[in-house]
């Protein structure tokens, strides 16, 4: 276990980014085709294919999920990711043809400091191939792919992962872009909110401060300039009806580590996959308790995503967790 989303076997991530731009995209790439499903809790979403998600739709398995910096402009991400699957022989077969699923979502960091004038077409499509192509076990975490301009209220936000184990011996791993309109930490040491989830000292140790502290409301931004989107894993044999209440249940994750969220500014979005190798037990019990680790694996993948970040090298950057309180 490296304490990654990738500990979930037959899932990788890609990333790539843009330092121009300040922007970039993450690929998940599933191996084998993933029952998937989605929760979306934020004010101001931006997905693609989501519809096909319900679990009434048609189709049942998707290929590859885009994450994408750049607002609207990124969701061209979806479109690179596809085009390497499609290389790859990947995706729903229709008569002859194979068309990859890729459901995505995106976060805005158009103020990320970056040079945005990329011309009559963003570079989102290219770099999301991009991201594909890089996909495996081993990524980095912080400020790189869709989290390479993302920031929260007070501190550079990024990209977070997360793994865990349950009794039965499933495994269950989340990925974060963190780029929320409120705080991930609280009082004036950089404590963490989802510390009391912290394993090994993930995100720096510091457990919560010695005396009580009041904990304030502060946000960021304006109408859709923010959103964390998140994907939680496992290797658990799940229908679509399953998958969905796994991301409800997830989706509490981002409760335990950001305060305020599901706000009107966000988008924020927590997606689901399962690679279907292992059997429930019990179908009700083992998927609460499953539901519950995800929680506190999505939690503790927020909290690394802002640990994990660097400060961008331009003008009003916001300071990252390892310049105010790592050293």
């Known amino acids: 276990m490296k304490n990654l989303i990738t500990d979930v076997a037959g899932v990788l991530v890609g990333h790539a980014d843009d330092t121009k731009i300040a922007s970039g995209t993450t690929a998940i790439i ?110 980095r975490l912080g400020s790189t792919g869709a989290g390479h301009g993302a920031s929260t209220q007070n501190l550079k936000g990024g990209i977070g992962s997360a793994s865990a184990q349950t009794e039965s011996g499933h495994v269950v791993g989340a990925l974060a872009a963190v780029n929320a309109a409120g705080r991930v930490t609280f009082g004036d040491e950089g404590h963490f909110f989802a510390a009391a989830f912290e394993q090994n000292d993930e995100f720096g140790g510091r457990g919560f401060p010695k005396q009580q502290q009041k904990i304030e409301i502060a946000l960021k931004g304006d109408l859709r300039q923010n959103t964390t989107i998140a994907l939680v894993a496992t290797d658990v044999i799940l229908t679509k009806a399953q998958a969905k209440r796994l991301a409800v249940m997830a989706g509490a994750g981002l409760a335990m580590a950001i305060h305020p969220v599901y706000t009107p500014l966000d988008g924020d979005a927590v997606f689901t996959a399962a690679t279907c190798k292992k059997k429930l037990d019990d179908p009700v019990r083992d998927l609460a308790r499953l539901g519950a680790i995800a929680a506190q694996c999505l939690a503790r993948a927020v909290a690394r995503g802002v640990y994990e970040a660097a400060s961008l090298p331009f003008p009003g950057s916001l300071p990252s967790w390892q310049d105010k309180y790592g050293r």
Do not use: C, M
């Not at 400091?113 to 890089?134: Q, S, V």
């Open 30 to 139: 599933f191996q084998e085709p993933a029952v998937a499903s989605a929760d979306i809790r934020g004010g101001g979403p931006g997905t693609r294919e989501l519809d096909l998600l319900d679990p009434i739709a048609t189709v049942d398995h998707i290929d590859g999920l885009a994450f994408s910096g750049g607002s609207a402009f990124g969701l061209d991400a979806g479109a690179g990711v596809q085009a390497w699957l499609a290389e790859q022989g990947r995706g729903f077969a229709v008569g002859p043809s194979r068309i990859p699923i890729v459901p995505g979502a995106i976060l805005f960091d158009l103020f990320s400091g970056g040079d945005k004038n990329w011309g009559r077409f963003p570079p989102y499509r290219d770099l999301g191939y991009l991201a594909a192509k890089n996909a495996a076990k081993d990524f």
